[in-house]
């Protein structure tokens, strides 16, 4: 694919919607949302009352409430805490595939999760290094700019990753761009006057052969529709921090009480207050009087309004709601029932993931000379809580049903399958 400066410009246009909404659901899941930043909200204090300081000592709280953090980390959790185990057909290439996932599979499966919850999709790139072993990492999915082919398949043809990197002789960072399609990879870097050339990438040149066949990156898509979560409960997050927010305004406001004085006989407000602190008493004339005025907080309507927009976070994040009075001594059945939503939206990201580990395995094989598999079988583990009593109990009264590698694979205390059989075996001789 020919690539030149205003073809990288073009897809870095392209590319801004996408940014925008990855930075936003990003810091509504470090907890920086919405209306730490909203400014929409009137400075209530005037410049007069700043001069006289303000007696009503009108608050601007801002609280915000990691709910898109809950909701994405009960869904990768869920889904990803046991990456899938995969089976090629032979017993050597499983274990060198496993050998070469190594021991941060886990961390990278993770990675890959909570950016295709934040951004849509989780971007993975893999290479052979200096030695010609397998490597891969997640990318940053920012940093992507994806291209695909105009068939119905929608291949990936090409990949143009951009980031700053630190130029050692200037001293100063510079933005870098890197095309690659199934051959090669070229290197580009913006000028002072905006525009993007081929530039000596530092021990690499202007390009690089990859030699791996196809373009080294896969995507993970976090749904069938290629959005992230956020905008599926975002309005009511806003929606509760405004009212927390709100109410806790009203909290600090109200510790003032309100004077009304009626013909007052002192000269200024600052008489008053000396004689109402020292003596506990108030000049008044003639008819005069002092009435005090103190705000009353709707606090059952809030707490009604909160109670239902947070059961609605978790019905519309298809999330499970951690009150504890909501699991108490639940039976398998009921446990299942409360995961049943996240379920549904974990099963849906696991379909859109289940193609890129399938690719990740391939290009291990292919790299590592192995048989490139016809078919991979994956097999998927949820991490949820369970009745482990209901569960042994079953184990116990399948014996004799069913083959003991399915009873051991279903046991809450097994994790290897193949070393309890191996194990049991020794036992018994």
């Known amino acids: 694919m020919a690539v030149n400066r205003r073809t990288i410009r073009r897809l870095l246009q392209g590319h801004g919607n996408f940014i925008r909404e990855a930075e936003s659901a990003r810091r509504y899941f470090v907890n920086h949302n919405r209306i730490k930043d909203d400014n929409s909200v009137v400075q209530r204090q005037t410049e007069a009352e700043a001069a006289l300081g303000n007696p009503l000592r009108l608050a601007d709280n801002r609280i915000s409430h990691n709910w898109h953090n809950l909701l994405v980390t009960q869904k990768v959790s869920y889904a990803l805490s046991y990456p899938p185990l995969f089976d090629l057909g032979d017993k050597a290439a499983n274990q060198r595939v496993a050998e070469v996932l190594g021991d941060r599979y886990t961390t990278t499966a993770i990675q890959l999760g909570i950016d295709a919850s934040n951004t ?60 690659w399609d199934d051959t090669r990879v070229r290197f580009y870097r913006q000028n002072t006057a905006g525009n993007y050339a081929y530039f000596d990438y530092p021990d690499v040149g202007q390009e690089m052969v990859h030699g791996l066949g196809v373009v080294p990156f896969i995507p993970f898509w976090n749904n069938p529709q290629r959005m992230g979560d956020l905008p599926l409960y975002r309005d009511l997050i806003d929606a509760y921090d405004k009212v927390v927010s709100g109410f806790a ?43 005090t005025i103190r705000a009353e907080i709707p606090y059952e309507a809030r707490g009604a309004f909160l109670e239902r927009v947070r059961r609605q976070i978790f019905v519309s994040g298809m999330g499970v709601d951690p009150d504890p009075e909501a699991f108490g001594d639940s039976s398998g059945v009921a446990l299942q029932f409360l995961y049943s939503l996240l379920e549904l939206k974990a099963g849906m990201m696991e379909t859109q993931f289940r193609p890129g580990f399938a690719e990740l395995v391939r290009a291990i094989c292919r790299v590592e000379g192995l048989a490139e598999p016809k078919t991979i079988l994956q097999t998927w583990t949820r991490n949820m809580i369970r009745n482990d009593l209901e569960t042994a109990q079953i184990a116990t009264q399948s014996v004799g049903v069913i083959s003991d590698q399915t009873i051991l694979k279903n046991h809450p205390w097994v994790e290897d399958v193949e070393a309890e059989l191996r194990q049991l075996k020794k036992e018994k001789e």
């Not at 700019?145 to 951009?162: A, E, I, K, M, W």
């Not at 009203?250 to 207050?273: A, C, H, P, S």
């Not at 003596?279 to 008044?284: A, G, R, Y």
């Open 120 to 179: 849509s999709v989780g971007w993975l790139h893999y290479w052979r290094d200096q030695s010609g072993a397998f490597r891969y990492h997640a990318v940053d999915p920012i940093q992507i700019v994806p291209v695909f082919s105009g068939t119905l398949d929608g291949d990936l043809v090409g990949v143009l990753r951009c980031y700053t990197m630190l130029d050692p002789e200037a001293g100063q960072h510079e933005h870098v761009c890197e095309f």
């Open 249 to 291: 305004n009203d909290m600090e406001d109200v510790q003032e009480v309100i004077f009304v004085i009626r013909n007052y006989g002192g000269e200024d407000k600052t008489e008053f207050l000396t004689d109402l602190k020292k003596s506990k008493t108030i000049k008044v004339e003639g008819d005069g009087g002092v009435d």
